[in-house]
């Protein structure tokens, strides 16, 4: 992982925070979740030493049902990639020592742990026309009957390889969804959902 003080967003060109305000209203609002440690996990998930390894350590059940994610989502989760893999995200602050503890519990387990941390962004949009903004550019059924909050899959977004996954619905019909997208799609990605959006805000 790299040192905090060497981090770079890949979205930093753009000034963000400055120009918040802009892609910011009650209706939709997009911003960038800065940092956060995200983990590559391979396994057998019939394997019960992998999985108690993995309960042990994270607290968390390892979500074994296609395109679901366990956690919570305000310290650390778990999404279904694959049958055999996951994504493991973690607040910034304890990615480090949670790469650590995840390295040393599978040791002599078959199983593989790789930190893509720096390899991908990750891109909030909520409000609610979030539905609607991502409708305009991925074939994912989105609608609230079939996608639901801790639903995640792999899908396009405008031509852009991303995960989607629907953190939270709340009852004023605001939606939640992280975008995890490859860096080099960060500022082409950022541009097409500030576009998407223009017409809500």
Same mark, same amino acid.
């Given at each position: 992982m790299?040192? #905090? /003080?060497?981090? +770079?967003? #890949?979205?930093?060109?753009? +000034? @963000? &925070?400055?120009?918040?305000?802009q892609a910011v209203n009650g209706l939709i609002q997009i911003h960038e979740r800065?940092?956060?440690?995200?983990?590559?996990?391979?396994?057998?998930?019939?394997?019960?030493?992998?999985?108690?390894? @993995?309960? *042990?350590? @994270? &607290?968390?059940?390892l979500p074994t049902t296609p395109n679901?994610?366990?956690?919570?989502?305000?310290?650390? +989760?778990? !999404?279904?990639?694959?049958? $055999?893999e996951w994504l493991i995200i973690c607040k910034p602050e304890l990615a480090t020592a949670l790469y650590a503890k995840l390295d040393k519990a599978l040791t002599g387990i078959t199983s593989s742990l790789v930190d893509v941390s720096d390899s991908r962004v990750i891109i909030e949009v909520s409000g609610t026309h979030a539905r609607?903004?991502?409708? *305009?550019?991925?074939?994912? $059924?989105?609608?609230?009957?079939?996608?639901?909050?801790?639903?995640?899959?792999?899908?396009? !977004?405008?031509q852009a390889h991303v995960t989607i996954h629907q953190t #939270?619905? @709340?009852?004023?019909g605001t939606s939640r969804y $992280?975008? /995890?997208?490859?860096r080099s799609f960060a500022d082409y990605?950022?541009?097409?959902?500030?576009?998407? #959006?223009?017409?809500f805000i």
């Open positions: 790299t040192d #905090a /003080y060497l981090q +770079h967003s #890949a979205l930093s060109h753009l +000034h @963000l &925070k400055v120009n918040q305000q800065g940092f956060f440690g995200q983990f590559c996990l391979r396994g057998n998930c019939k394997d019960k030493t992998f999985v108690s390894a @993995l309960k *042990k350590t @994270l &607290k968390i059940d679901t994610s366990n956690g919570n989502p305000t310290t650390t +989760h778990i !999404l279904w990639v694959g049958p $055999d609607n903004v991502l409708m *305009k550019g991925t074939p994912l $059924d989105l609608h609230p009957s079939v996608f639901i909050p801790g639903c995640c899959s792999g899908t396009v !977004l405008e #939270a619905q @709340l009852k004023n $992280d975008i /995890y997208a490859h990605l950022w541009r097409w959902l500030e576009d998407a #959006a223009a017409e």
